[in-house]
């Protein structure tokens, strides 16, 4: 007999919040989430609520656990409000600055975002390419797919199964061409509609982030959302980013929200690493004419205009396009490829950044207006 929402309810009955209500009538779970054995939900708190709700959270989880079919809980807590304001500074004061205490994850000694301003741009690609390209210099690498809804990594490198838990509350990573990786994907059908609200996402990012046995990395490459939404914001905060790689195409359409990304993360001040200009140019395989179909050099330029490096142009191509979607990418099964030596160059150019000294900047400064 499968599980159903219902019965994680009546096993949550008897969970007491602080105020000595049940749990399952509260109201406060959200986001439950049934898998081949994994169950995956939250509960809603303030944030003020944090330190109190933590025993709740883990006598839910044990609950869970417990039921009959379960072979894996995960548990978190989302706060939909950000917590109270300060009181107004007098006039004239300084306004009050609030310093990230973002921990380092152990064992990992640079976690970059590659991210984008919009979705389609080939970011995905590009960052499991990018993560290859830096094992190729005898790194050790990680990539996490934090793009809860439509995560590509397992597709991207050919991997399926599930996560193996290794402690009441890690999972270890799956591993595929040398490289350790997590995903959502791995935890969910690959057709499954992620139907979450922005809180739980943030909770399943954290958990993926946090809660997984990375062991040593020199690089942690963290596969980003598009957009410059509560995604990117939270990982800013609660993530000592060494930098950001922005992904985009030459295009003015793709160029405004590139824009748009590299000023977020300059404002909470993350290191820009790079702009990578993808889908760049087209080599008919049959003539040999080259066409930029969505324009050329407009990623080159928007970085020369903002001041941040530029790390190279990806062609438009049938063998990268290929290898993605047969899991066989394209740095790791024809590494030789001058394809491969491209994205290559630009791990090497990333990794000269972060070992020159832009990893070892404080993390993120979140400024409280």
């Known amino acids: 007999m499968s599980l159903t929402q219902a019965d994680i309810l009546r096993a949550l009955e008897k969970v007491k919040l602080p105020d000595g209500a049940s749990l399952a009538a509260s109201g406060r779970m959200t986001g439950i989430v049934i898998n081949d054995g994994k169950v995956i939900c939250a509960i809603t708190i303030e944030a003020a609520e944090a330190g109190a709700m933590e025993p709740v959270r883990a006598t839910a989880e044990a609950a869970i ?3 009959p079919g379960v072979r894996q809980a995960l548990v978190g807590l989302t706060a939909d409000k950000a917590p109270s304001q300060r009181p107004a500074a007098p006039a004239g004061a300084p306004q009050a600055r609030a310093t990230s205490k973002a921990a380092a994850l152990p064992g990992v000694k640079h976690i970059i975002a590659v991210a984008s301003g919009k979705g389609g741009v080939g970011k995905s690609t590009t960052s499991c390419n990018l993560a290859l390209g830096l094992a190729a210099l005898g790194l050790k690498v990680g990539i996490l797919d934090a793009d809860i809804y439509g995560p590509s990594q397992p597709r991207l490198l050919g991997l399926r199964g599930k996560p193996r838990l290794v402690g009441p509350r890690m999972l270890e990573p799956m591993e595929r061409y040398g490289i350790k990786v997590m995903s959502i994907g791995f935890l969910v059908e690959e057709d499954a509609a992620m139907i979450w609200r922005g809180p739980m996402v943030i909770s399943a990012i954290t958990q993926m982030l946090r809660e997984v046995a990375w062991g040593e990395l020199d690089v ?3 596969d980003m959302p598009p957009g410059t939404g509560d995604a ?9 980013l060494a930098g950001a790689v922005i992904v985009s195409t030459p295009q003015d359409l793709a160029l405004i929200d590139a824009r748009r990304g590299i000023a977020m993360f300059q404002k909470v001040d993350v290191p820009i690493l790079g702009v990578i200009e993808n889908m760049s140019s087209f080599c008919c395989p049959n003539c040999g004419h080259i066409s930029p179909i969505f324009g050329h050099g407009g990623a080159r330029a928007e ?3 903002m001041n941040v490096p530029f790390l190279g142009e990806i062609p438009l191509d049938m063998q990268i396009r290929e290898t993605s979607d047969e899991g066989r990418p394209i740095v790791a099964t024809e590494p030789d490829s001058p394809h491969a030596q491209i994205y290559k160059a630009i791990a090497s150019s990333v990794w000269a950044a972060l070992s020159g000294g832009a990893a070892s900047r404080a993390a993120p400064r979140i400024v409280i207006e």
């Open 65 to 67: 656990r417990a039921l």
């Open 220 to 222: 942690l490459v963290v």
């Open 232 to 240: 990117q914001l939270t990982m800013a905060q609660q993530t000592p």
């Open 303 to 305: 970085a020369t205009k």
